[in-house]
């Protein structure tokens, strides 16, 4: 079996390449314009995709079905709430490409984004230490 390093380096690894694959180059004009209108099927597409594309992780940590749908659920409403909230700050005060603060919002959502990563990763981590 691999190291436990090993283990979390390849999962947090692997899931900020699919966050930069989904985010980058998966997402269409569609998602992000949408991503503003609670409940708009754009951005709960974007954050699908996102869930989705995490469940090889586990993989990596095997779980239980219960636990892949919980932390996948989750995921996909942590996701879904962080853009969209980023998206209505910028949206409320007209910031763009040029504006400081747009840069302060989209550093604060890939950050939140990460944080979620090392989360997931922990829990299920400490998952296959208790087993």
Same mark, same amino acid.
């Not at 659920?73 to 603060?101: M, Q």
């Not at 979620?116 to 208790?130: M, P, Q, R």
């Given at each position: %079996? =691999?190291?436990?390093?090993?283990?979390?380096?390849?999962?947090?690894?692997?899931?900020?390449?699919?966050?930069?694959?989904?985010?980058?180059?998966?997402?269409?004009?569609?998602?992000?314009?949408?991503? %503003?209108?609670?409940?708009?099927?754009? $951005?709960?597409?974007?954050?699908?995709?996102?869930?989705?594309?995490? @469940?090889?992780?586990?993989?990596?940590?095997?779980?239980?079905?219960?636990?892949? @749908?919980?932390?996948?659920? @989750?995921?996909?409403?942590?996701?879904?709430? #962080?853009?969209?909230?980023?998206?209505?700050?910028?949206?409320?005060? $007209?910031?763009?490409?040029?504006?400081?603060?747009?840069?302060?919002?989209? $550093?604060?959502?890939? @950050?939140?984004?990460?944080?979620?990563?090392?989360? #997931?990763? =922990?829990?299920?981590?400490? $998952?296959?230490?208790?087993?």
């Amino acid at each position: %079996m =691999a190291s436990s390093a090993n283990l979390i380096f390849l999962a947090i690894g692997y899931l900020l390449l699919k966050h930069a694959i989904a985010d980058f180059t998966l997402q269409t004009r569609y998602q992000v314009s949408n991503k %503003m209108t609670y409940g708009h099927p754009g $951005g709960i597409l974007h954050a699908l995709i996102h869930a989705v594309l995490t @469940l090889p992780v586990y993989f990596i940590f095997p779980s239980e079905r219960a636990v892949i @749908l919980a932390i996948t659920s @989750l995921e996909f409403l942590i996701h879904y709430h #962080i853009d969209y909230l980023k998206e209505c700050a910028v949206s409320r005060y $007209g910031w763009t490409p040029e504006n400081t603060p747009f840069w302060w919002a989209l $550093g604060a959502d890939q @950050l939140l984004h990460n944080v979620t990563y090392l989360a #997931i990763t =922990a829990y299920l981590f400490a $998952g296959i230490i208790e087993n």
